[in-house]
């Protein structure tokens, strides 16, 4: 059974820092693209940030810089540090993992950005 598990959401004030972890089990995790996604209330799911089983980094325009996406492939876990946080990054953020035909979602975790 596949699994991918968030943690590391929670409140934090504009210009704070979090640090999101995803754990994978179930799947050969080395092998998988690996992402982090959001969805704010009312809003389309986008990828925040995106890692490549070389390790290859994306991001969205609107974090780079400030976020950083890296993974731990002894550990099947990828993390999301998120930096100088603005309240437009809240929303939840999910785990995302794809290889070939293979495409997983973790239950999401929630960030919220407020003074």
């Known amino acids: 059974q596949v699994q991918l598990v968030e943690s590391g959401g929670g409140l934090v004030q504009p210009g704070g820092s979090l640090r999101l972890s995803c754990t994978a089990s179930?799947?050969?995790?080395?092998?998988?693209?690996m992402g982090w996604y959001r969805q704010a209330p009312g809003k389309r799911r986008e990828l925040v940030a995106g890692?490549?089983?070389?390790?290859?980094?994306n991001y969205v325009d609107s974090v780079k810089g400030r976020f950083t996406i890296s993974r731990d492939n002894a550990e099947n876990t990828v993390y999301l540090q998120m930096n100088s946080l603005k309240p437009e990054d809240a929303a939840v953020y999910y785990c995302?993992?794809?290889?070939?035909?293979?495409?997983?979602w973790g239950q999401g975790t929630q960030v919220t950005v407020s003074a």
């Open positions: 995302n993992g794809r290889y070939d035909i293979w495409n997983y």
């Open positions: 890692l490549t089983s070389d390790g290859v980094p």
């Open positions: 179930g799947i050969i995790f080395s092998k998988y693209y």
